[in-house]
T-cell receptor, first 114, second 110 residues
């Protein structure tokens, strides 16, 4: 069964460094998403992406964040200058037809900012 | 701003019992509601998606209902099994984002 994959599973970085989290969505899906979950807190929506453009973003997704689909298979989340509070589990998801469709989540990348 | 609440926060039941998990939301202007399962340290697995025009969805031993006007959804699990132990999240899709509840941590004891 097709699944969303994410790399790395765990990333440790120093405050102020740039990180890129990578995702491979399900191959025929057209809509892509990033979420985060700070330890012990709710899952939070960050951004949705369709047709090489951001379609929706939350107030969390500020200028420090960017997303890109650099090729036909990868979808990335970049954090330009990491802060301690960026430490969280980051989930990528994809859906076939759009935000109203079932979203399939990857296993997550645990980001630890020291 | 949409707020999603799940009650109870934790639930422990003996194997074989039927159970109901609750989800409430404050803004009835939603596109859909999705129930997920999250195992410790893992990603989210989609269980059921209910569109705003629907009243319920069923998959195997799971049944989810939606009452948009009252801002409520329930997830019914029949004949619970130890393998059902996980955290169950509901998420509401609105205009600009998807809002999650904090989840119900379910333990099914053999």
């Amino acid at each position: 069964e097709p699944e969303v994959t994410q790399t790395p599973s765990h990333q440790v970085t120093q405050m102020g460094q740039e990180v890129i989290l990578r995702c491979v969505p399900i191959s025929n899906h057209l809509y892509f998403y990033w979420y985060r979950q700070i330890l012990g807190q709710k899952v939070e929506f960050l951004v949705s992406f369709y047709n090489n453009e951001i379609s929706e973003k939350s107030e969390i997704f500020d200028d420090q964040f960017s997303v890109e689909r650099p090729d036909g298979s990868n979808f990335t989340l970049k954090i330009r200058s990491t802060k301690l509070e960026d430490s969280a589990m980051y989930f990528c998801a994809s859906s076939l037809r759009g935000p109203g469709d079932t979203q399939y989540f990857g296993p997550g990348t645990r980001l630890t900012v020291l | 701003k949409q707020e999603v609440t799940q009650i109870p926060a934790a639930l422990s039941v003996p194997e074989g019992e039927n159970l109901v998990l609750n989800c409430s939301f404050t803004d009835s202007a939603i596109y859909n509601l999705q129930w997920f399962r999250q195992d410790p340290g893992k990603g989210l697995t989609s269980l059921l998606l209910i569109q705003s025009s629907q009243r319920e969805q069923t998959s195997g031993r799971l049944n989810a209902s939606l009452d948009k006007s009252s801002g409520r959804s329930t997830l019914y699990i029949a004949a619970s099994q130890p393998g059902d132990s996980a955290t169950y999240l509901c998420a509401v899709k609105g205009d600009n984002d998807m809002r999650f509840g904090a989840g119900t941590r379910l333990t099914v004891k053999p």
